[in-house]
């Protein structure tokens, strides 16, 4: 079979053995269970020839055990309730009276925030949304519980995090977890527990209980490599912890990066680029946790040689039929939609910026390109974002019933084909010009929605001035693709610093901190909604912000004029 096609009757049966395997076990990071998986995956790839190695890394872990809701003014009333990886662990329970936040999915402007306080404060709130920052705007106000009642009208309850640091802290992040207790109902209950509230004539009073396990535990992370002809290399990553059995999240994407490693160790000797392949620990209850280690204690050699990551996240799901990809944006649209015509005939449905999320915790380690598929069904009718749209996702239901092995395999030769062009084409699929574009215009779209005194102008002018030399050193690439493709390569890094993040390289944004500028994007109050002490907050964040973004243009327009300026044969 030639490298570009991976062969379906030795590799199916391969994946298929391992949901199978992976479908008897509960590998949530720290489990005995999630060490065997990891054990399972580096017995597998010994068999095939391969010599993966085990990684161990110490994680902060919030295993959510228990949650419930009770009303004591309706003791018949009964709730099935889960509470959330890094809520509040309050065994006792919690007694307080309800109030419904009716503008809990609308943003609150400063200058209503006291009052808004003063609603919440001392109470159990009930809202139509449980994500951290709301959580965290709860627990500065001084509310004592949260009841999230799930959007869509699934019965199940869904696993989820409220931990607001991606990947393990450091000692300053101690006080941004949250103190009070967080469960979710669905939302038949919770129209349930809306018409008591709205028809009791007084206070109605509620006792939340949660319990949560908080430790530091020792994780495996597998590692297997295959070199090619030259030290770079390219990342394909999945997280093997799960909520429950987690076949389609993410045993198939377990499944797909094993048939990948197997496939090309059988090309080894094609291959001009080596691909690693990582399996993380810590997706779910360490909030990224492996992935983020890595990046810590991998820094030099993925800034040195990692021209790309790609990471699998819920491949090969029931009914998931369409295609969707998540691209940071330097990658060539016509090289992602290659790979996907070549395998279903059409382009993907759309390609989308990466959202805050799927382990992408790279964006400081210098690496031009990184994209995910995700994939949806034709009539979506639940808001589960995970598991290809399906209700089930992080829920006990998500077992091997829900997966499709012929969605499975599609997304495996899509896969194949993206890796065979990285790992043996010269040119990296890179599109800087298409790139300084969409930044320019997703800043000139966040400027409209600043505040006037906040001025983007010297940012976006920065970015047209890199117009000329970024052409030059294109056309040079594209007739000498060695001598110039070093150079690309650090300027997009440096653009993905600037979109994707807002501090330094060794720190990582909160996690609820995202979108294109995150570092800016959250200035987007006006000054007449803001309380004078806020507003001088905010112009000293957009100073820092501003700054910073005009310093990486800098430097990406020095990269540019250094490559030109050098004499060349």
Not at 519 to 543: S, V
């Amino acid at each position: 079979m030639p490298v570009t096609e991976p062969h379906a009757g030795t590799l199916l049966p391969l994946m298929d053995s391992l949901l199978r395997q992976f479908s008897q076990l509960h590998r949530l990071s720290g489990s005995d269970d999630a060490e065997r998986s990891a054990g399972y995956l580096a017995e597998v790839l010994s068999r095939h020839g391969l010599s993966p190695r085990i990684e161990q890394c110490s994680l902060l872990l919030s295993n959510p055990l228990s949650g419930s809701l009770q009303l004591p003014d309706y003791p018949a009333w009964r709730c099935a309730a889960k509470t959330r990886s890094f809520s509040a662990s309050c065994p006792l329970g919690v007694d307080a009276a309800l109030f419904y936040d009716a503008r809990s999915t609308d943003p609150i402007p400063d200058n209503q925030m006291a009052q808004w306080s003063a609603q919440v404060k001392g109470k159990i709130v009930i809202a139509d949304q449980g994500f951290e920052d709301y959580v965290q705007r709860l627990d500065a106000a001084g509310a004592l519980g949260l009841i999230h009642i799930w959007w869509s009208g699934e019965t199940a309850l869904h696993e989820e995090t409220v931990g607001p640091i991606w990947g393990t802290p450091v000692p300053d992040d101690r006080h941004r977890y949250p103190r009070l207790p967080v469960i979710s109902i669905n939302q038949q209950q919770g129209r349930e527990l809306l018409a008591f509230y709205q028809r009791h004539p007084a206070p109605l009073t509620a006792r939340l209980r949660t319990e949560l396990q908080v430790a530091v535990s020792t994780c495996s992370l597998p590692v297997v490599e295959i070199a090619g002809e030259s030290p770079e290399f390219v990342l394909l990553s999945s997280h093997y912890d799960s909520w429950h059995e987690g076949v389609t999240d993410n045993a198939t994407g377990n499944a797909l990066c094993l048939a990948m490693a197997v496939h090309f160790h059988q090309h080894r000797h094609e291959l001009t680029r080596g691909l690693r392949i990582a399996w993380w620990p810590g997706h779910s209850n360490a909030r990224y946790g492996g992935s983020t280690w890595y990046a810590d204690r991998f820094r030099h050699p993925l800034a040195q040689h990692c021209v790309a990551h790609i990471n699998v996240d819920s491949p090969g799901c029931m009914e998931a039929l369409q295609v969707v990809i998540n691209a940071s944006g330097a990658e060539q649209p016509d090289f992602l939609n290659r790979a996907v015509r070549r395998v279903t005939g059409s382009a993907a449905q759309r390609i989308t910026p990466l959202g805050k999320g799927g382990d992408q915790s790279f964006w400081g380690s210098g690496l031009p390109l990184h994209f995910a598929l995700r994939e949806e069904p034709l009539n979506k009718n639940t808001l589960s974002p995970g598991s290809g749209g399906g209700w089930w996702w992080h829920t006990e239901a998500d077992t091997y019933d829900k997966v499709d092995l012929d969605i499975l395999w599609r997304d495996s030769r899509i896969h194949g084909y993206w890796l065979a062009e990285l790992l043996t084409a010269t040119a990296l699929p890179l599109d800087p010009l298409g790139y300084r574009d969409r930044l320019y215009k997703e800043m000139a779209a966040l400027q409209d929605q600043l505040d006037p005194a906040f001025d983007l102008s010297p940012a976006l002018d920065a970015m047209v001035g890199l117009r000329d030399d970024l052409q030059r050193v294109v056309a040079c690439w594209q007739y000498d693709t060695q001598a110039w493709q070093p150079a690309i390569i650090k300027v997009l890094a440096l653009w993905h610093r600037l979109r994707y993040s807002s501090v330094d390289d060794f720190h990582y944004d909160l996690s609820y901190h995202g979108g294109a500028f995150p570092g800016l994007r959250i200035l987007k109050d006006q000054a007449a909604q803001a309380t004078p002490e806020t507003f001088l907050m905010m112009t000293t964040q957009f100073h820092r912000q501003r700054d910073r973004a005009l310093d990486l243009l800098e430097r990406s327009a020095q990269v540019l004029r250094t490559a030109l300026s050098r004499d060349r044969p």
